[in-house]
């Protein structure tokens, strides 16, 4: 394990992708990791990934992460709830690492725009920024959306509008309202 101390959440995020590149299982790297390397910098100590797998192999990803040491939980989500489920991964300085397990009106051709990110010589796969702006309008909430309007004016090269209105458009009307909102705020 990589972390030392608290506050290392990056770094157990490392040892978690790891683990799931050699289990073969793709992953998104989303959050504030992700809001970071798109350009909306704030401070947190939370790290967490999207995988594409079922509420069942879900927790059969739980089991193998805690046979591997990993200090896990696995959370499901009731009928309502837009993540089906989540499996928190801690360590002992208690630095954590959410991974959630599908999130409703996720488009999966996500995992073909991910974009490379380089962190101690360590590769990782972010959420591109059109679907990184995408799940944020869906959020919805005040630092949520502060996140995806920095990202929309920070992006280079530019977000393409006509991927980002339909991926925004499969999370729902109220997600299409907040991209248009910050959109014409830009």
């Not at 300085?93 to 409703?104: K, M």
């Not at 996140?147 to 920070?154: F, P, S, T, Y």
């Not at 530019?158 to 309202?177: H, M, V």
Request: hydrophobic content about 45%; aromatic content about 6%.
């Amino acid at each position: 394990m990589r972390a030392r101390r608290a506050g290392q959440s990056l770094l157990l995020l490392l040892d978690v992708v790891e683990f799931l590149r050699k289990a073969e299982i793709d992953n998104l790297v989303i959050g504030a990791v992700a809001a970071a390397a798109h350009g909306a910098v704030r401070a947190t100590t939370d790290a967490d990934a999207l995988v594409s797998l079922s509420v069942s192999e879900m927790a059969y990803l739980e089991k193998s992460l805690r046979k591997a040491g990993f200090a896990t939980e696995l959370r499901r989500g009731d009928a309502d709830d837009p993540i089906p489920s989540v499996v928190a991964v801690a360590d002992r300085f208690g630095n954590r690492v959410d991974l959630l397990g599908g999130l409703r009106g996720f488009d999966p051709a996500a995992f073909t725009r991910a974009v490379p990110f380089k962190f101690k010589r360590a590769s990782l796969s972010l959420v591109g920024p059109e679907d990184f702006v995408a799940m944020k309008c869906f959020a919805g909430g005040p630092l949520d959306l502060q996140d995806a309007q920095q990202v929309l004016r920070k992006n280079v090269p530019p977000i393409d509008l006509d991927l980002l209105r339909p991926l925004t458009r499969r999370y729902g009307r109220d997600a299409a309202d907040n991209l248009e909102k910050l959109l014409a705020g830009r």
